[in-house]
């Protein structure tokens, strides 16, 4: 039984897994099409390439509309405005996992409340909703975290009874199914990414979907310096309701062109991702103590932006996330980060004591970003030997546990992942 690459043994791969040469996918009809939106010269928002696919984006997911931005935070800014939410109002989040969702309420004026989340979805909590809110608030903005879905019933349960708006933050949900209905698609707005990192990728990139004509109305003069859906450029038929912020966060009609064939190739990836994460846990659900995160309670179909694993089971006591991370980067899996949260520990989380509010300590997000780590998504998408050998990586880890523990208090974990 060969040590730990970490602790100078051979590692499971001699060729070490490399992110940036299997993430983003590239193909020769997406590098046509951006050839030909290049010489059509329709670089800008302006054109039917954006209209397109946004539509196809949103039809996909079963909205009725699709307002494409540059990013997915603006998105959130822009249907949280489109709301009329801003200062004096709350926002319920969750601390887990990036910050984008409770700084896109900042940026609009409202506070963001952190409510925790559940232990096997590391989803938004339902449960503990109701005593986080208060007449401030207008908003619940759950995140369908990793590779899992918010309770969405519930949610949408307690939004009714309460009156509030709910914005699904779904950068991580790309082709989520959740008890028949298209992600995005349950709350009052969807929000995706397509940032490098996201299920779709486009560099950067974002989407809002909705079937509220009115809203998709005002989120796309939020977007669009105010110009209504369908005005032609320097002749705005009318101005934007007077309170509605509007900004320039369109985007070059390149990124579409990227994007359109991840779009029609995306039932394939999901069925590939579903089909190796089923191998992964059935088999170190019988060799190791690791618990994987439950998917979405009616999730048809999970999205997946990564693959989360909680060594919490006694044998990998006082094994900070970090020295998994950086064992299993040595085995040769580049793309093994630590549980990002709570998002108001962050470095770059740069808002006061008065800015926010913690409805109340948040335990279990704590709890898993002490045990937690997770694998990118492009890794599920490989070849069955390779994910083979992702599994030996991880046995191996598991077997060595003692060695960690003993190791983890000289070993150097600068080198691990932080915001
Ligand atoms: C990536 C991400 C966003 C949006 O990020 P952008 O980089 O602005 O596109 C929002 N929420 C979550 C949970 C994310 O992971």
Redesign the pocket.
Known sequence: MSKLALLGGQPVFDQPLQFNKIWPPVDSTTAQRLQDVYYSREWTAFHDVEHRFAQDFADYHGAKYGVFMI??????QCALGAHGIGPGDEVIVAPL??Y??AMAVRHVGACPVFVDIEADTLCMDPEKIPSAITERTKAIMP?H?YSSMADMDRIMQIAKRHNLKVIE?A??MHGGIWDGKGIGSIGDVG?F???H??TMASG???ICITSDQDIAERIYRSKHIGYRYGDPPRRPKSGPPRGLMCYNYRAPSFLVAILENQLKTLDSLLARYASNVNYLEGRLKETTKIRFQKPGRKAERQGR?SWAMIFDAPEYADIPPAIIQLALNHEGIDSVLPVEGPIYSFKLFNLGPEEYRIAHPCTVTEHTRAHGVILLHPYLGLERPVIEKIADAIEKVHRHAEDLKTHARKLDTSEAFAF
């Open positions: 990013n997915g935070t603006v998105t959130l996992n990036w984008a969702t995140v975290a933050d950068a991580h929000s990414s397509f940032q990192s996201k950067e990139g974002g932006q």
